[in-house]
């Protein structure tokens, strides 16, 4: 029982000390959760604004494409436009294909 007794002792002694140790586990609880969950999502929402201006830019360097080459002869110019989406966001050349790609196929069926 002298176990038992010296367990209640450092508890009462030591409360005060004892319950800031509690909120500093949940804090830490808090930030975990904080960075494994919250932080990730306001990243992937970031990306998505951003590839939503790439978007935004590859479709108006293809409208650029087609009011300076009458008929099919802006689909020849593809590789123009990726290289001025490359200059102007600064992206990795597959990113901008794929942009470039994905907006002239959008204009040629429409």
């Given amino acids: 029982m002298s176990i038992f007794n010296s367990i209640i002792d450092f508890i009462s002694h030591n409360l005060i000390d004892l319950a800031g140790g509690i909120w500093t586990v949940v804090g830490v609880v808090a930030a975990y959760l904080t960075r494994k969950y919250l932080v990730p999502y306001l990243q992937v929402e970031k990306r998505r604004r951003y590839a939503g201006w790439i978007a935004a830019i590859a479709d108006e360097l293809i409208d650029d494409l087609q009011a300076r080459y009458p ?15 490359i200059d102007i966001c600064g992206i990795d050349r597959d990113i901008a294909e794929r ?12």
């Fill in 71 to 85: 008929d099919q002869e802006w689909l020849e110019q593809l590789d123009r436009a990726i290289e001025q989406l």
């Fill in 99 to 110: 942009a470039i790609r994905a907006s002239a196929a959008r204009r040629a069926e429409g």
